[in-house]
């Protein structure tokens, strides 16, 4: 199991082409939204999810943009006891898919805690979407299998589990 931020995002570069024919091999193998690959990748996930506590990495908080939506900006403007306006012009800036943080580490990153956990954005809520259909989002997994620890770990494990070293 590797936990490292910097070691994942080297074995990652290291693997970035056979991350890439996995990719072609498991879009071979399973069709959207198939049962087997789901049990398989929640199994994963939970597997690592018992092992790796996200507080003690804290890389996407250091590495990521997070996109605001109108309710994610209302929730922590309010929380912060700011208007709305003034969150958006400290915080955030135009990014290509809307509104993002502007800063890296994100500005409530305390150490490796988010100091606004409960009104965090809905992306940082979301992230790393593993609980998502993993066969049309693979570009997404293996670019944050040099950010997640958690992803890092499940994408190896899908390879040793559906044997795409042995063929």
């Not at 995002?9 to 072609?24: G, S, T």
């Not at 250091?62 to 006891?81: A, C, T």
């Not at 958006?88 to 800036?93: F, R, S």
Request: aromatic letters at 10%; charged letters at 35%.
């Amino acid at each position: 199991m590797e936990i490292g931020p910097k070691r994942i995002a080297r074995l990652a570069a290291q693997r970035e082409k056979e991350n890439m024919d996995f990719r072609v091999f498991i879009k071979s193998l399973y069709g959207f939204d198939d049962p087997a690959l789901k049990r398989m990748v929640d199994d994963a996930a939970a597997y690592y999810w018992e092992r790796i506590n996200c507080t003690d990495c804290g890389n996407c908080c250091r590495i990521l943009h997070p996109k605001l939506n109108q309710n994610d900006i209302q929730r922590l403007s309010q929380r912060l006891g700011m208007k709305e306006d003034e969150f958006i012009e400290k915080y955030l800036e135009q990014g290509e898919e809307g509104l993002q943080m502007r800063e890296t580490p994100c500005p409530f990153l305390s150490d490796k805690i988010c100091s606004v956990y409960e009104d965090r954005p809905e992306e940082c809520r979301g992230y790393p979407y593993l609980d998502r259909d993993i066969v049309s989002r693979m570009w997404g997994v293996i670019a944050r299998s040099a950010e997640c620890p958690v992803v890092y770990n499940v994408l190896e494990e899908l390879k040793r589990r559906t044997h795409f070293r042995q063929r």
